[in-house]
């Protein structure tokens, strides 16, 4: 089976490429589905974090409040170092369950879509790895556009990730996102050829 890894920056573009899989019936394991879940109410992750941070993130439901628990460490790193380090023994885990549910369904070939791709080492475990950029400019007027926050709190968001640049030095294929969706498609088209291509040895072996 291959196992393709997928990241980028964040409003790079990655959820629109791993749509584009979709598209082309090949299955998508999204960390971000997985981080949710591992964070409902009553789970070894949720009970790890409300540990840590105290009852103050949560609703009244008692499940957690993301957007507070975001911004509690989005304006500070050692906490998002914190929360990264709690939850990534979960968030790993199940992300492993699903691809043995798809490797056990028989699929060939499946998409890591993994905005912590390299700081949660899974790239390791993927090839080719696939870097989705785009422009500093572009991404900050999309992540703006898209999720209506101003400047400042979009940069500081942008600046929150390991630089979109470096991931782009550690990637086997760079997508650049920074034109319109159909230049965007136009370039997927050759991306899914490689992709669809067998592992060669060197690959198989994971040599890196
Ligand atoms: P996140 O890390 O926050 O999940 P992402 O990398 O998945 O972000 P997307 O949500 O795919 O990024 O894209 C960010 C925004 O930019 C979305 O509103 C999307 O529709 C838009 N977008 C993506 N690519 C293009 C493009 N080529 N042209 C115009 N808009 C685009």
Redesign the pocket.
């Known amino acids: 089976m291959r196992i393709v890894g997928l990241t ?12 584009l899989f979709k598209a082309h019936a090949i299955p998508v394991v999204d960390a ?1 589905v997985v981080a949710r879940n591992v964070l409902k109410k009553g789970t070894g992750g949720w009970r790890k974090v409300v540990a840590a941070f105290g009852d103050e993130i949560l609703l009244a439901s008692g499940e957690v409040d993301r957007p507070k628990l975001g911004q509690i460490v989005f304006s500070d790193p050692d906490k998002r170092q914190l929360l990264n380090r709690l939850l990534a023994p979960y968030i790993s885990s199940g992300i492993f369950l699903e691809v043995f549910k798809l490797w056990m369904k028989g699929c060939k070939i499946i998409v890591l ?1 993994v ?1 912590l791709l390299f700081e949660a080492k899974m790239d390791k475990w993927t090839k080719p790895i696939i870097v ?1 950029w ?1 422009d500093p400019e572009t991404q900050l007027q ?2 703006m ?3 209506g926050t101003t400047v400042e709190e979009a940069e500081s968001r942008i600046n929150a990730q390991m630089p979109l640049d470096l991931k782009r030095t550690k990637a086997d294929i760079v997508i650049d ?5 159909d ?2 498609h136009e370039r997927f088209r050759d991306v899914l050829v490689h992709v669809r291509k067998p592992l060669t040895w060197t690959e198989f072996g994971l040599s890196r």
């Open positions: 980028g920056g964040i409003g790079s573009g990655k959820s629109t490429v791993s749509n971000d879509d905005p989705v785009a999309r992540l556009a898209r999720d996102n920074s034109g319109s969706l230049d965007l």
